[in-house]
């Protein structure tokens, strides 16, 4: 149980185009989904946490309108890259919560994106 | 600003031999928890820590969490290969808050 999917797996983009990444809960509903961002060799940055229905909450120095999250449903969110630049290029990794004890977040396998 | 600072950056160890990995953070946590992460993939879960105290173990990998010291421990008994890996400790400030702030990483290689 607590299967998180996120497709694409690898997109390679030119730079001003936008990139659509989602994220799946399998076998459960996520009521909050959270987006992280990983450069190489580095740690996780969380960059905005996305709930159902609302609006996400965005951390400091993301820029909301550049990265467009859509939580459309209880299992799906959507982060979008508009105008994609190469220094965009990273890992992003979506996690859910189940909402059940202990609510920890279970992790997706992660989206590699490269912008030429 | 919640920090979360873990050490070794860097571990390089002997197939057999044990070692500890330290993840400290600076402000009151009601949970911790540790991660591993393979090259080119995503987290792991490995242990949740939620309360002063708390040991838990899972094959060769034992994690503590010291709440009023404000330090967990991942500790390595008589490593081999496959431990080889990134490992992540991250810090939820309360659970109300639900954000995570991840550790440093502490890069762990085993040499046979």
């Known amino acids: 149980g607590a299967v998180v999917s996120q497709h694409p797996s690898r997109v390679i983009c030119k730079s001003g185009t936008s990139v659509k990444i989602e994220c799946r809960s399998l076998d459960f509903q996520a009521t909050t989904m959270f987006w992280y961002r990983q450069f190489p060799k580095q740690s996780l940055m969380l960059m905005a946490t996305?709930?159902?229905?609302?609006?996400?909450?965005?951390e400091q120095g993301v820029e909301k309108d550049k990265f467009l999250i859509n939580h459309a449903s209880l299992t799906l969110s959507t982060l979008t890259v508009t105008s994609a630049h190469p220094e965009d290029s990273s890992f992003y990794i979506c996690s859910a919560k189940t909402g059940s004890f202990p609510n920890e977040q279970f992790f997706g396998p992660g989206t590699r994106l490269t912008v030429l | 600003e919640l920090k979360v600072e873990q050490n070794p950056l860097f571990l390089s160890m002997q197939e057999g031999k044990n070692y500890t990995i330290y993840c400290n953070y600076s402000?009151?946590?009601?949970?911790l928890y540790w991660y591993r992460q393979d090259p080119g993939k995503s987290l792991e879960s490995l242990f949740v820590l939620l309360s002063n105290g708390a040991v838990k173990q899972e094959g060769r990998l034992m994690a503590s969490l010291d709440t009023k010291a404000r330090l967990s421990t991942l500790h390595i008994t008589a490593a081999v290969h496959d431990l080889s890996a990134t490992y992540f400790c991250a810090v939820d400030i309360s659970f109300g808050n639900e954000k995570l702030t991840f550790g440093t990483g502490t890069r762990l290689t085993i040499i046979p």
């Open positions: 402000t009151t946590s009601d949970r």
């Open positions: 996305s709930n159902e229905g609302s609006k996400a909450t965005y």
